[in-house]
């Protein structure tokens, strides 16, 4: 029988398992030896994946959310994250926060010389490197390595005789430039090349094997490409190429972007991502191997010499019985440091929030603003699962005048429930993407806040409740867009349209998703 009409029963034989288990457990880790596609179900956007031994490490891009996470897997399948690279860029705008979609753009990370490294790009501020000898941290504060604007998606590069390179491409996808650098990684060295042109060239990741260069790349942008793979003999070039992943019969739109890892029993797979509404891109991982030096990735199920996506697959053999696990979501605020899965969308302000002020609280002082999107002391994470549910217990004891504080859930819309203060009053309140809509005065000093979304819908719908058992909804429901390059985000918010002052505290912050 046809090796590839093998495969492609295959793929078509898990597909069908993958709609009858997709009722019980939708995605990740299935518990049984296989996994659903995506493996992260949320807005890891731009996923680089490295090997260190039998641990897995990824990063992703943030854009604007500051402290981009570093993420930990044993198994290549669930993950953790372990700890932020940075909390802050000493740049123009960023105390202000007036920079959304600017910051991380497809970061790379490597190991080399016992170090872990991590280069990205920001549209403006130019090429950022840091460094770390264990991944949990502390990383070392941004180095720019060149300030410069209109870069993006850089990977460094370290040849057997020492030499170090860095690849780069500009904003608008194109062409890929490649650098001398030197061997610390902190300078460049050179001009730069042109190397390889394409259309929508981005996301450049270089590998060595066999004594070819390869270079893996993303082409034909975010919802519509697929994967490329160049090979030379020289770094330089010239490259052949190959494109290795599209979608194909599948419902995988754009598959690309990601990082081919091997594992230490020599199996190889790849991660790439997938641009879907309201989460954002999210991340799958292809079974991947070689044939006459090129990467084949994916099952070729239309026969047409190209791999396409699978739905379902067996987990890698790398490492058995590693229990199902999700990156963090739920928060009691018990600790002394914020949850590695909250970022703020500007430079926080310190002085303006804390965890100890109120022990087991989360408390935020308000700052002026005019509305949520303009407003700092906003802490968000990632919306998680085709339905999540996130519920908070507000104490709004502390309102002042002009204050308002609450839940949100966000992408291109920026819409919450919470609690405002005005003539002396309480109201609960909501806010349509900058529209403020008083629905009632209430007395007391807590109330629960809750956002449902349902990702297959792409609908969100807002609550409250007084006594955590009942929740009456609130507003209509609303649908989000992927918004200022990222996905849809949860969170928790206080600003005052007045002027600085007040205070709220939030008691814990439930994140449900399946």
């Known amino acids: 029988m046809n090796k590839h009409f093998l495969l492609a029963c295959v793929a078509a034989f898990f597909f069908r398992i993958s709609e009858a288990q997709e009722q019980r457990v939708s995605w990740g880790d ?19 994946v490295i090997r260190v031994g039998e641990k897995y490490y990824m990063v992703c891009s943030d854009f604007h959310y500051t402290g981009m996470p570093v993420l930990e897997s044993d198994d290549m399948v669930n993950w953790k994250i372990i700890s932020q690279v940075y909390n802050r860029f000493d740049f123009p705008g960023w105390d202000s926060n007036e920079n959304y ?53 850089p990977c460094p590069f370290w040849d057997e005789d020492g030499q170090a390179y860095i690849g780069c491409s500009r904003l608008g996808a194109g062409p890929i430039i490649l650098h001398k650098m030197s061997a610390d990684g902190k300078t460049l060295l050179d001009e730069g090349k042109v190397i390889y042109t394409g259309p929508v060239a981005e996301g450049t990741k270089f590998h060595k094997r066999n004594g070819y260069y390869y270079l893996s790349i993303p082409e034909g942008g975010v919802g519509e490409g697929w994967q490329t793979i160049l090979r030379s003999k020289n770094i330089y070039g010239p490259y052949e190429k190959k494109v290795v992943l599209e979608r194909g019969v599948t419902g ?35 079974p991947a191997h070689w044939k006459d030096n090129w990467p084949v990735i994916g099952v070729d199920i239309d026969m047409n ?15 058995k019985n590693v229990p199902v696990a999700h990156p963090q979501a739920s928060d009691d605020f018990n600790s002394p440091k914020l949850g590695l899965q909250w970022q703020f969308n ?9 965890l100890t002020e109120r022990k087991g609280r989360l408390t935020l002082k308000a700052m002026k603003a005019e509305n949520l999107r303009s407003s700092r002391n906003m802490v968000t994470q990632k919306c998680m699962g085709y339905v999540s549910t996130a519920t908070t217990l507000l104490d709004f004891s502390g309102l002042a005048e002009g204050q308002r504080a609450g839940l949100f ?14 003539d002396g009053k309480c109201y609960l309140y909501l806010e349509c993407n900058g529209e403020y809509k008083p629905v009632k005065a209430i007395s007391g000093k807590k109330i629960y806040l809750r956002s449902c979304l349902d990702a297959k819908k792409n609908t969100c719908q807002l609550y409250y409740s007084l006594d955590n058992r009942h929740f009456t909804p609130c507003g209509e429901s609303y649908s989000l867009n992927f ?9 928790l918010y206080s600003y005052n349209i007045s002027a600085d002052g007040g205070k709220c505290s939030f008691d814990w912050f439930n994140h449900e998703f399946d």
């Open 101 to 153: 979609g600017g910051g991380s753009w497809a970061p790379s990370i490597r190991y080399h010389e016992n170090k872990f490294w991590i280069y990205f790009c920001t549209p403006r501020e130019g090429l950022m490197m840091s460094t770390a000898t264990d991944p949990r941290g502390p990383w070392s504060p941004l180095h720019c390595v060149k300030n410069v604007g209109g870069w993006e998606d």
């Open 30 to 48: 299935q518990g049984n030896g296989t996994y659903i596609n995506p493996i992260l179900n949320a807005d890891y956007s731009d996923p680089d």
């Open 346 to 354: 500007h430079n926080p302000v310190n002085e303006n929030w804390s």
């Open 483 to 491: 918004g200022d390059w990222k996905g849809a985000r949860v969170g």
């Open 305 to 319: 010499g190209i791999g396409e996506p699978v739905k379902v697959w067996t987990k890698p053999h790398a490492k």
């Open 409 to 422: 859930c966000l992408g291109s819309l920026y819409n919450g429930i919470g609690v405002s203060k005005a």
């Open 252 to 286: 995988v739109n754009g598959p690309h972007q990601g990082a081919l890892v091997d594992t230490p029993e020599g199996e190889w797979w790849f991660y790439h991502f997938q641009l879907t509404e309201p989460l954002g891109r999210v991340v799958h991982l292809q």
